[in-house]
């Protein structure tokens, strides 16, 4: 069975500072990999997946991820955080059609 | 827009009941997902259906029985709702290998 692993429980920080969330799986074969994100009281969403090709995606609201297979990481970037991404952050990874789930990041961006 | 909905945004049942979760999906999805959320914990995969009255265990099936008999509906079933199924619950659907889509979910409290 797969694991997957986030780095941090709780980030803090200002709005314009830059984000980078942690994500590695154990997984050795071939993987899809996504972000989902959950704003307060809203339900889970998309931000970005990884299904192959270039190892750099983009998401929504200039999101962007990077699958380094090697490190078997799938890390989330921003480069200027607003107030309204403040949000809880789950990194996914799925080998067929199941998917299993980080524990996820709570992101409080500070105005 | 694909929509997937959810019976009831809350509920709130005494330990014992028998307590049906329901969630249908309009986009014709062949396979369907129930998870609970718990903090810290992410997302656990509780049953999934990959077809009409197919069925397999997730990683957290006990206390939990599931029925799909038709597409576009999936349920989820406590047959005897205790304390420590107090929880938010979580319906997907995707497509075969690709993105899940979520409901809003359901947060159960279990009395």
């Known amino acids: 069975a797969q694991s997957v692993s986030q780095h941090n429980h709780h980030v803090i920080l200002s709005e314009a500072a830059s984000l980078e969330l942690g994500c590695n799986y154990s997984?050795?074969?071939?993987?899809?990999l996504f972000w989902y994100v959950q704003y307060p009281g809203q339900h889970l969403q998309l931000l970005l997946k990884?299904?192959?090709?270039?190892?750099l995606v983009k998401g929504i609201k200039g999101f962007e991820a990077e699958f380094i297979k090697s490190k078997f990481s799938f890390n989330l970037r921003k480069p200027s955080v607003q107030w309204s991404d403040t949000a809880e952050y789950f990194c996914a990874v799925s080998n067929d059609y199941k998917l299993s789930f980080g524990a996820g990041t709570t992101v409080t961006v500070r105005a | 827009d694909v929509k997937v909905t959810q019976s009831s945004r809350y509920l709130v049942k005494r330990t014992g009941e028998k307590v049906f979760l329901e969630c249908v999906q309009d986009m014709d999805h062949e396979n369907m997902f129930w998870y609970r959320q718990d903090p810290g914990l992410g997302l656990r995969l509780i049953y999934f259906?990959?077809?009409?009255?197919?069925?397999e265990k997730g990683d957290i099936p006990e206390g939990y029985s599931v029925s799909r008999e038709k597409k576009e509906r999936f349920s989820l079933i406590l047959e005897s709702a205790s304390t420590n199924q107090t929880s938010m619950y979580l319906c997907?659907?995707?497509?075969?290998?690709?993105?899940?889509?979520f409901g809003p979910g359901t947060r159960l409290t279990v009395l």
């Open positions: 259906s990959y077809d009409v009255k197919m069925k």
């Open positions: 997984y050795g074969g071939t993987v899809n």
């Open positions: 997907a659907s995707s497509s075969y290998g690709d993105t899940q889509y």
């Open positions: 990884y299904f192959s090709g270039d190892p």
